[in-house]
């Protein structure tokens, strides 16, 4: 792992958990960890219940759009975390890989969003404090 660690965050839309996962970790670890997310079938905008969520703990992801997951981008990763992706994920010899079981936000309320919300900023606070050596 270089000085910078990568982080790839993968679900099936991205719109909603890889989302998020991705604003608390650019929001937690700034410059210390590039950061990236993918679908396997990316929709066409974030679920807007999902920016609610996001803005209400001061995290703007409104002007994020999803992307198609690439083998490159796994590739350029060091560490890729699977959401319910299933096997969409292409798996490289070297790299860290975890599955992080949440459920998908799609077509659910902000109060259900506020709990898939909460859960990934606690594995996101646990994964800065592995990745990033303290100041």
């Given amino acids: 792992m270089s000085d910078t660690p990568t982080v790839l965050f993968v679900c099936v839309h991205n719109a909603g958990r890889s989302q998020m996962a ?3 970790l650019r929001h937690f670890a700034g410059d210390r960890v590039e950061v ?3 679908g396997s079938e990316p929709k066409d905008q974030i679920n807007p219940t999902a920016v609610e969520a996001m803005a209400e703990e001061g995290i703007d992801i409104a002007s994020n759009t999803p992307k198609v997951l690439t083998t490159d981008a796994v590739r350029a990763s060091d560490v890729v975390i ?3 992706c299933g096997d969409a994920c292409p798996i490289f010899p070297g790299k860290r890989y975890e599955d992080w079981e949440l459920d998908d936000p799609a077509g659910q309320g902000i ?3 506020r709990v898939i919300r909460d859960d990934i900023k606690a594995r996101i606070q646990a ?4 990745l990033v050596p303290a100041a």
Avoid: H, K, Q
């Avoid at 994964?127 to 592995?130: K, M, T």
């Fill in 22 to 24: 991705a604003g608390y």
């Fill in 36 to 38: 990236l997310s993918a």
């Fill in 82 to 84: 699977t959401m319910g």
């Fill in 111 to 113: 109060e259900s969003v």
């Fill in 127 to 130: 994964l800065v404090a592995e």
